[in-house]
């Protein structure tokens, strides 16, 4: 068994707060995050498939195509948009690492499956001291 990663990148603009809240309680509990007129991050997100080694190619998995999945399904929805308001995946949700990487963990393994690899992890860099980790459960 062999884990393959692939680095990705995104940016978006997404706000964190909960709407039964003042925007002063949500200051306290979010800070910048939770900005009433909205703010951006460079994300970087990495794909870990796994699998075993094709005797045929050499490979777990053609990297292209795990890379036009990959932009198809999540990078595509994301780049440039309002996490909040534009991305199905994550409507109604709190737009934290955390969330993003259990949704972007659901769009992707059915897709990644169709390539005979499994995902094993998804994880996601907000700031480059915020990551979260997602593994499936
Ligand atoms: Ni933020």
């Known amino acids: ?13 997404h706000r964190l ?5 003042s925007d ?24 870990t498939v796994r ?14 195509m795990l890379s036009r999945v990959i932009r198809e399904k999540v990078i595509a929805k994301l780049d440039h948009k309002n996490i909040n308001t ?17 949704g972007i963990w659901k769009e992707l393994e059915q897709p990644i ?5 499994d995902l094993h992890a998804v994880k996601i860099q907000e700031t480059e001291n915020n990551v979260a980790e997602y593994f499936g459960n």
């Open 17 to 21: 707060f909960n709407p039964a809240l």
């Open 24 to 47: 002063a309680e949500n200051e306290q509990i979010y800070g910048p995050c939770s900005n009433p007129r909205w703010h951006g991050h460079n994300y970087l997100l990495w794909i």
């Open 51 to 64: 699998g075993e080694v094709n005797s045929a190619t050499g490979y777990v998995v053609d990297m292209k």
């Open 113 to 117: 499956r169709e390539l005979d690899v």
């Open 86 to 102: 534009e991305v199905d995946f994550m409507k109604d949700r709190f737009v934290s690492t955390e969330n993003l990487a259990i």
């Open 1 to 13: 068994m062999v884990y393959l990663t692939r680095r990705e990148r995104f940016s978006a603009a």
